[in-house]
């Protein structure tokens, strides 16, 4: 059975020893971690302000393939605001507190990676156009051509930046990701100095949380390719 905790990641040049009230000094997270030692580590992004049972799931799936998984709360600065979102430099600091918790934990930086759904996964596709990662991994991923917010950028703007390699996977019938901007995604990403692939399933958004249902083939198979990204990108 996977070890389910809770943590907390110093943010980079914070105070270690800062008091519990200094919530903007450290990062919340959750931890699922493998049994024996873990083979690398995955940053799993999320917008629940809640945790949520289908993410939990996703994460021991994440540890039974032996990866170590950590969820940020993204929003701890926030004070629950529902309309806030974290980009820019706030995401990339909350990233780098859960990657030197990684590390610190005994993962080696190269076998690390980053996966996010939605908002949360345009989130992963910019820290990995940002950091170093070993790989990334993003699902219905929206702001392809017109950003998110004034913090976040358009994907195809920075696609040629990724530093890792980087896997897609869209739904071809999600008005939020519409067929032509994906193929927009799929050209600028061809640009990358790193391996690229952006996959469409029909139908709506292709979530991946844990199949339950074995007729649920194509979430069958979008769960398939992002742990074979890992295994093939993390070594």
């Known amino acids: 059975m996977s070890g389910v905790y809770d943590d907390i990641a110093p943010l980079r040049g914070g105070d270690d020893d800062a008091q519990p009230c200094a919530a903007d000094a450290r990062v919340p ?23 949520t049972g289908s993410l939990l799931d996703l994460m021991k799936a994440l540890a039974d393939e032996g990866w170590t998984a950590v969820a940020p709360d993204l929003f701890h600065r926030i004070n629950g605001d529902p309309a806030r979102e974290v ?24 076998c690390i990676g980053v996966l996010g759904f939605d908002h949360a996964g345009t989130a992963a596709f910019l820290v ?11 699902v219905s991923a929206p702001g392809i051509v017109e950003p998110l917010t004034s913090e976040a950028e358009a994907m ?9 390699p980087w896997l897609g996977l869209y ?19 061809s640009r990358a100095a790193v391996a690229s692939l952006v996959v469409s399933y029909p139908g709506l958004r292709r979530r991946t949380d844990r199949p339950t249902d074995t007729e649920d083939l194509v979430g069958i198979d979008s769960q398939t390719r992002i742990f074979d990204w890992f295994d093939s990108n993390l070594r």
């Open 29 to 51: 997270i959750t931890v699922v971690e493998p049994e024996g030692n873990a083979r690398g580590g995955i940053v799993v992004l999320h917008e629940s302000r809640e945790f």
């Open 87 to 110: 980009f820019g430099e706030e995401l990339f600091a909350d990233f780098d507190a859960c990657f030197d918790w990684l590390t610190h934990h005994g993962v080696f930086p190269d």
């Open 171 to 189: 739904g071809s019938d999600d008005p939020d990701t519409p067929a032509d901007d994906i193929d927009k995604l799929r050209d600028a990403t």
């Open 156 to 164: 195809v703007q920075v696609a040629p930046d990724l530093q890792a």
């Open 128 to 138: 990995a156009t940002n950091r170093p990662v070993g790989a990334a991994v993003s």
